[in-house]
């Protein structure tokens, strides 16, 4: 079966070992280690055969790419890093959709061999459409950071701080998640997850932010203005306020110069959104004063609280937002 699922996924059967893999495509064996290492995987013992044509081909164009002048070592192994965290990620995704999906089909007691067997099946099928799904969506999302580092440029004229943004930033939290989790059953509470990113990825999104990263009860955010943030605070908030049976969401915003790298973003409004976040009662939205003091009076309700210590970063003053009784954005 192991047999089985290595051949149809990676396109043909295991025939190499890493010294003849990294022979065959001229990649030194320090670098191959690290190359695999990046990717996410153990190193594999010299005499295990591990390898197949595929991966052949893989190290012979990262050896191709190492040849133009805008690439390194260095450079190349930050995006494997990249492609390992994010595709094991997508890969344990879709695997959990894909067998739970399996599962509800009306077979005769199953077995975890039949479902895999199936999934095999299916996957080879369908294969070739999700992987031109998974490019599509991969230039899209390249399109538009490649739109954001030229926001970012025109801005470095005028502040030529390398990969420094002004940026709100924004962190949800499921409240008492860790009380959630002992009394929820494995699906349930994965079921809970899944519809907590669904739904913040989603208002993110139709609010003009940009999801950073979720960690299972906790979604970090970033929006380019202060009340794009404010609206995706509030939204989060109230959707989850307002849902049954599920734990409230609390939020914490901040606004200022955000280091991005790598995908992720650092400094001090992060901090701030975080060390908000912690502090926010349930369902409320709180937010740093850079943030608060800029938005429209008229849109948003924003309560100044006593300054309180936040780790870190001193004595802070906090503001709670929420919506005016009448809000122009209220029936959005």
């Known amino acids: 079966m192991a047999d089985d699922i290595e051949e149809t996924l990676l396109g043909g059967p295991l025939r190499y ?12 064996d320090d670098y191959a280690r690290r190359i695999w290492r990046a990717l996410g ?57 894909w067998l739970r999906r399996l599962g509800d089909l009306p077979l005769d007691e199953p077995t975890s061999t039949d479902l895999v067997t199936a999934a095999l099946a299916a996957t080879e099928e369908l294969r070739p459409a999700f992987e031109r799904l998974l490019l599509h969506g991969w230039r899209r999302q390249l399109a538009a950071a490649g739109m954001r580092a030229t926001a970012s440029t025109a801005a470095a004229q005028a502040d030529p701080v390398a ?8 962190f949800a939290d499921v409240v008492s998640f860790t009380r959630l989790s002992r009394g929820l059953d494995g699906d349930a509470l994965a079921g809970f997850v899944e519809r907590f990113e669904s739904a913040t990825t989603e208002i ?8 950073v ?36 969401v609390r939020v914490g915003l901040a606004y200022g110069d955000v ?18 976040t912690a502090t926010a009662h349930p369902g409320t939205v709180l937010a740093g004063p850079d943030l608060a003091t800029v938005l429209p009076k008229d849109i948003y309700d924003v309560s100044a609280l006593r300054p309180r210590p936040l ?11 929420r919506r005016p009784r009448r809000s122009p954005r209220a029936a959005v």
């Open 311 to 321: 780790q870190g970063l001193g004595r802070v003053r906090p503001y709670v937002l």
């Open 41 to 97: 995987f153990p190193v594999p013992p010299d005499d295990e055969v591990a390898f197949t044509d595929g991966d052949v081909a893989a190290l012979r164009e990262i050896r191709e790419v190492l040849s133009h002048d805008l690439v390194d070592e260095e450079t190349v192994l930050q995006l494997v890093r990249a492609v390992g965290q994010t595709m094991g990620r997508l890969a344990s995704w879709l695997g959990d959709v």
């Open 259 to 276: 280091i991005q790298r790598l995908g992720d973003v650092f400094g001090t409004p992060v901090n701030m959104a975080a060390r908000l």
């Open 213 to 248: 990263k979720t960690l299972g009860d906790e979604v970090l955010f970033v929006a380019s203005t202060p009340d794009a943030a404010a609206e995706i605070g509030l939204r989060i908030a109230n959707h989850f306020n307002e849902a049954p049976d599920v734990p409230e």
């Open 163 to 170: 990969g420094v943004a002004l940026l709100a930033v924004g």
């Open 17 to 28: 070992t890493r010294g003849e893999v990294e022979a065959l495509s001229g990649v030194s």
């Open 204 to 211: 993110v999104a139709e609010c003009g932010g940009r999801v």
